[in-house]
């Protein structure tokens, strides 16, 4: 049973530059939301896609976008990249998008912006 | 006032020693909690989750969410040198979908 995938595994970008993030769910799931994780904090929420439509969304100003294709898959645009976007991105599959379904996690993307 | 908060820690333990870990929340609306271990340099990995008021078990992991009194804790019994990491406490709320608020994590470290 594949877990959550995703790529790349480290990224090194400047400031101003466009990255774009993948990730492949879990199997079985359809539903994919995106965070940001700060060293030493918690993950913040970036937004979530199901049913290729975006269906929440965290305090993130519009250079995060993201799409979701019709196999589940899905990727995180940044736009204008910023010293304080540099983070470790992480992507959650789950079954379903209500509070009640458990999200797993894949390896993350480190993102650092110079 | 954050939404989720969890001591930072460290909390030390000796080995087979119970760990107590806590977390509070602010939003009554809350509806299920989640605990996720995070090793360093790793993402977050689903340990268990918990919708109603009490306990859940699950081997050496015991959940135990008091809504009434805004609090979610994880009990870790006879704790191993490989459960040091940092846990994190997730509450997602109901008319929010699927997004999970996260605390900071709470960086635990068993002695042997």
């Known amino acids: 049973d594949a877990g959550v995938t995703q790529s790349p595994t480290h990224l090194i970008k400047t400031r101003g530059q466009q990255v774009t993030l993948r990730c492949s769910p879990k199997s079985g799931h359809d539903t994919v939301s995106w965070y940001q994780q700060a060293l030493g904090q918690g993950p913040q929420f970036i937004f979530q896609?199901?049913?290729?439509?975006?269906?929440q969304r965290g305090n993130f100003p519009d250079r995060f976008s993201g799409h979701q294709f019709p196999n589940y898959s899905s990727e995180l645009n940044v736009n204008a990249l910023l010293l304080g976007d540099s983070a470790l991105y992480l992507c959650?599959?789950?079954?379903?998008?209500?509070?009640?379904?458990?999200?797993?996690f894949g390896p993350g993307t480190r993102l650092t912006v110079t | 006032q954050k939404e989720v908060e969890q001591n930072s820690g460290p909390l030390s333990v000796p080995e087979g020693a119970i760990a107590s870990l806590n977390c509070t929340y602010s939003d009554r609306g809350s509806q299920s909690f989640f605990w996720y271990r995070q090793y360093s340099g790793k993402s977050p990995e689903l340990i268990m989750f918990?919708?109603?008021?009490g306990d859940k078990e699950d081997g050496r992991f015991t959940a135990q969410l008091n809504k009434a009194s805004q609090y979610v804790s994880l009990l870790i019994r006879d704790s191993q040198p490989s459960d040091s990491a940092t846990y994190l406490c997730?509450?997602?709320?109901?008319?929010?979908?699927?997004?999970?608020?996260f605390g900071q994590g709470t960086e635990l470290s068993v002695k042997p």
């Open positions: 997730a509450g997602a709320i109901y008319n929010q979908g699927g997004k999970l608020i």
């Open positions: 918990i919708y109603s008021n």
């Open positions: 896609y199901y049913e290729e439509e975006e269906r």
């Open positions: 959650a599959s789950s079954l379903g998008q209500g509070a009640g379904y458990e999200q797993y």
